[in-house]
């Protein structure tokens, strides 16, 4: 395209480029030793059942500790990680340390919490993911039921044979199935029901929208009615005020997750909250907003 604009343009789009690719292949580099360095951390953000006003689960979200640029999210390095097939390795690695903590929290008494992993398309799409998650389970010890896998609508889309038995032996195992971020990929009502799924997270953008655009509200009803119909739980992402939980509360939303609880936090500050906010609460105790 750039050619086809002409010489001029052509030179332009080269020189404005070549500084970026030598950012992106110094990144890269970087990303690679990442991991042996073990510079990766997880984080985790609890979730909260709306009836009980327990917590029930917490999502691990993946931080890189960068020796010189500090502690950077997801958003900032996982694109470069798919391109590249880094994050292969470092999902892998998500997984494993997900259930060691999960198991460690379960050695400690901490409760019946889920945890929840995020999984790349890439690797959902690879055979024997199956596979990953029965040596992480059995490495760490963990209950497979206290592991959720938190899928994109994009590993859904193609109904790809593989990917669905896939999930049934996940299934079998006693292991979660959600559909993170929903409401944002090419929904279609007709794959949701031929997938062995336990819960839909509804994607932030909806739940940000809810007091302001009548349109969030009837989208977001749309799904928590469509999810129960299914027999699914609804979960919503990205809760960051009252107003917003009274409305999910009234809409019969099952669970929240947001900043309005707690942002993710690094495993000693988490447990110190579900310590502070947790198992013996039995009322809305969830006053302090806590960001990372
Ligand atoms: P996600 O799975 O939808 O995770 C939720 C994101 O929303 C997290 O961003 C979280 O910090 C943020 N968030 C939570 N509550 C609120 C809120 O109340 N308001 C706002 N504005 N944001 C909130 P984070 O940690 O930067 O992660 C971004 C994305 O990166 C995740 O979106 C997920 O898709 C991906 N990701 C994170 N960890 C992993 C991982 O281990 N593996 C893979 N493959 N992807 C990951
Ligand atoms: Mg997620
Ligand atoms: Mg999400
Ligand atoms: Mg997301």
Known sequence: LAKSLGGGTWRFFAAD????????????????????????????????????????????????????RGLLAPGSFLGLAEETGLILPINEWVLNEACRQGAAWEA????????????????????????????????????????????????????DEQIVKQMHVLRSLGVTL???DFGTGYSSLSYLRSFPLHRLKIDRSFVQDLGSDPSALAIVRTIIDLGHILNLQVLAEGVET????????????DEVQGYHFSGPLPPDAFVAWVARHGRASSGPSFGATETE
């Open 178 to 180: 959600s559909v993170d």
């Open 242 to 253: 009252e107003a917003q939980l009274s409305l999910l509360r009234l809409e019969g939303c």
């Open 17 to 68: 480029m070549r500084p970026r690719a030598s950012q992106t292949a110094h990144l890269e580099t970087e990303l690679r030793g990442a991991l042996s360095r073990q510079e990766f951390v997880l984080f985790y953000q609890p979730q909260v059942d709306l009836r009980s006003q327990k917590i029930v689960g917490a999502e691990a979200l993946l931080r890189w500790q960068h020796p010189q």
């Open 108 to 159: 400690i008494g901490l409760g019946d919490l889920r945890i929840a992993v995020n999984m790349s398309p890439i690797q959902f799409r690879r055979q024997g993911v199956e596979g990953l998650v029965k040596d992480a389970l059995r490495a760490s010890g963990m209950r497979p039921t206290s592991l959720e896998l938190e899928l994109t609508e994009g590993i859904l889309l193609g109904h």
